[in-house]
Each structure stands twice: as structure tokens, then as C-alpha cells.
């Protein structure tokens, strides 16, 4: 088993930047994939980045160029740093967590991870 907690959420103006951290605890070493996910307000969760165990890195249409998802297999962290924050960016940010190896595709189907942490709200406003 492995136990996801994010921290870093908050309220922020537009144009503003926020790091989110998510911190792995458990069966950490069999961890493959780590990604971020989020989910606004009567909408369905979306996919935001994800990041395999060795670096590389993949991110939805939406917020390539703005977000960088990065990872510390030392210290079981992943993080999110956002930039040029927009309002329709508001939101529940997820962590999630996946063993199974992937030679394929990455990994941004719900899904396809079999953790997730109970979530950290965003908020950016106009």
C-alpha cells in the first residue's frame, strides 16, 4: 500500500504561481508513476501531468508551458509548480500513485492509478 498527502494549495490571484507537494509514504520503492490530477466544480476529474520513475515527464494540452511536474525519488515527493495561474485553473489537485510498469504510453487515465491522496484545493482568482 501506498499513502499519498498533498499540501501546497491556497488561494492565489491570477497570473500568480502556487508549488504544490504531494509526500509518498509505505511501499514507496515500487512506485512508477506519479501524476496530478484535478477536478473543479461539477466537472468530471481531469488529468493534469504525470511523471515516471526515471524523469520523463507529460502534461495535458491545458497546462503545458505553465506547469512543471517534478519528482524526488530520495525523499518519496512529487511536486507541481504552477505558473501564470488562470482562473479556470481552480480546482481539487489530486496526487496519485502507480506500480505497474508502462513501455507504452503515459500513464493519464484516472484509471490507470491505483493510489490517490485525499486532495488540495486551488483557488485563483479574477
Known amino acids: 500500500q501506498v499513502q499519498l498527502v498533498e499540501s501546497g494549495g491556497g488561494l492565489v490571484q491570477a497570473g500568480g504561481s502556487l508549488r504544490l507537494s504531494c509526500a509518498a509514504s509505505?511501499?514507496?520503492?515500487?512506485?512508477?508513476?506519479m501524476g496530478w490530477f484535478r477536478q473543479a466544480p461539477g466537472k468530471e476529474r481531469e488529468f493534469v501531468a504525470t511523471?515516471?520513475?526515471?524523469?520523463?515527464?507529460y502534461y495535458s494540452d491545458s497546462v503545458k508551458g505553465r506547469f512543471t511536474i517534478s519528482r524526488d525519488n530520495a525523499k518519496n515527493m512529487v511536486y507541481l509548480q504552477m505558473n501564470s495561474l488562470k482562473p479556470e485553473d481552480t480546482a481539487i489537485y489530486y496526487c496519485?500513485?502507480?506500480?505497474?510498469?508502462?513501455?507504452?504510453?503515459?500513464?493519464?487515465?484516472?484509471?490507470?492509478?491505483?493510489?490517490w491522496g485525499q486532495g488540495t484545493q486551488v483557488t485563483v482568482s479574477s
Open positions: 496519485t500513485a502507480d506500480q505497474r510498469y508502462s513501455s507504452g504510453s503515459y500513464k493519464y487515465r484516472a484509471g490507470e492509478y491505483d493510489y
Open positions: 509505505g511501499r514507496t520503492f515500487r512506485i512508477y508513476a
Open positions: 511523471i515516471r520513475s526515471a524523469g520523463s515527464t
